[in-house]
């Protein structure tokens, strides 16, 4: 047998197996939905969101802390996404997490958010976006209160709030 079988069988082997690894989890993983996402141009977020709005929702920035301007709200309804009104989260989910910015324990439904892992500033997060625009909305955490144990840190400047009909 010529000595590069020795190393082609193995890695062709692995490769099969990482293949078939990833189609198992793609059957056992529920997906998310199939919805279509709103895509724009930079110029045309720009042209609809403040200054900081589209720093923060388009280039991953944040607010500083105790700025926000539902960091403190206590009124009842829903918070929907700056940049397409997506529903996001409840305000029945809302806690003081004294960290200076909104904080949930759990979005409006599973399907409102997608998170993704965040390395910037030498750290490992979980950052979570839009899942209708991918608009950056915060972090989540796992220091959060009961139920989910989770904190959904969220830029006020990245939610709109709307109050009950």
């Known amino acids: 047998m010529n000595k590069l079988h020795y190393f082609i069988v193995p890695a062709l ?3 099969l197996n990482a293949c078939s690894q990833q189609a198992r989890e793609k059957t056992i993983t529920p997906q998310k939905s199939m919805t279509q996402k709103l895509v724009k141009t930079d110029a ?3 042209a609809q969101l403040s200054d900081q709005a589209y720093n923060v929702t388009r280039k991953k920035g944040t607010e500083r802390p105790f700025t926000g301007e539902y960091e403190q709200s206590k009124e009842k309804g829903i918070y929907t996404c700056v940049c397409c009104g997506n529903e996001l989260f409840a305000s029945d989910t809302k806690f003081d997490s004294g960290t200076g ?3 949930f324990y759990a979005p409006l439904k599973p399907e409102s958010v997608d998170e993704h ?3 910037e500033l030498g750290m490992s997060r979980t950052e979570v976006v839009c899942s209708q625009c991918d608009a950056h909305l915060g972090h ?3 220091d959060g209160p009961k139920p989910t144990g989770l904190r959904y840190c969220m830029n006020s400047v990245a939610l709109k709030f709307k109050r009950p009909q």
Do not use: H, I, Y
Request: proline content about 7%; glycine content about 0%; aromatic content about 20%.
């Open 44 to 46: 045309e977020w720009k």
């Open 101 to 103: 910015w909104p904080s």
């Open 13 to 15: 082997l692995l490769s």
């Open 140 to 142: 989540v955490f796992d």
């Open 117 to 119: 892992t965040d390395k």
